[in-house]
């Protein structure tokens, strides 16, 4: 992946962090479970980091500039699975509106997840500058991490094992 393309990869990703980070901030003030509140505003601010670091990334790019280094993260694209949502299962790509339920928020903010984790997964195979790769694994397993927490929270609400009043 040279330069030119990998700036394109940034200015996508920033959108999806922006897109999330809108998201997860109305779904922390619209939700009016306690729990949900804390997780949404948790991973707004997860996005908002993410963003933050990306628009770094990219403004050293155009600035002629190299790879950021990011301290503490692990490599290892090798414990990133190819797919995070099971093939055989549909996840909602819809708008989020006024007659959306919790159970329509937590599906789309899965969805946010999946689609920067395979850009970010992506960009990592596709990057022969090992920095450059480092960089988009450590984002890629931000958006793994992300997806198991809204993923436990759906299974835990809406799941087969889910206790309903």
Same mark, same amino acid.
């Given at each position: 992946m040279n330069d030119v393309v990998a700036?394109?990869?940034l200015q996508t990703a920033m959108i999806l962090e922006q897109t999330g980070k809108q998201f997860y901030l109305k779904a922390a003030q619209t939700t009016e479970d306690v729990t949900g509140k804390e997780m949404f505003a948790v991973l707004a601010n997860d996005e908002s980091s993410h963003f933050e670091l990306?628009?770094?990334?990219?403004?050293d790019l155009v600035g002629g500039k190299s790879w950021l280094k990011i301290i503490g993260s692990i490599p290892g694209l090798a414990d990133l699975p190819d797919k995070l949502f099971p093939p055989e299962k549909q996840v909602p790509n819809q708008i989020i509106n006024k007659s959306s339920n919790a159970e329509d928020a937590l599906l789309f903010g899965i969805n946010i997840e999946i689609r920067s984790y395979d850009l970010y997964r992506k960009s990592a195979l596709e990057s022969d500058d090992p920095v450059a790769k480092? @960089? @988009?694994?450590?984002?890629?397993?931000?958006?793994?991490?992300?997806?198991?927490?809204?993923?436990?929270r759906y299974? @835990?609400?809406?799941?087969?094992?889910?206790?309903?009043p």
């Open positions: 700036i394109d990869v990306i628009k770094r990334q990219y403004q480092e @960089f @988009f694994e450590y984002l890629a397993s931000q958006e793994s991490y992300h997806y198991d927490v809204l993923m436990i299974d @835990f609400q809406y799941g087969p094992l889910a206790w309903y």
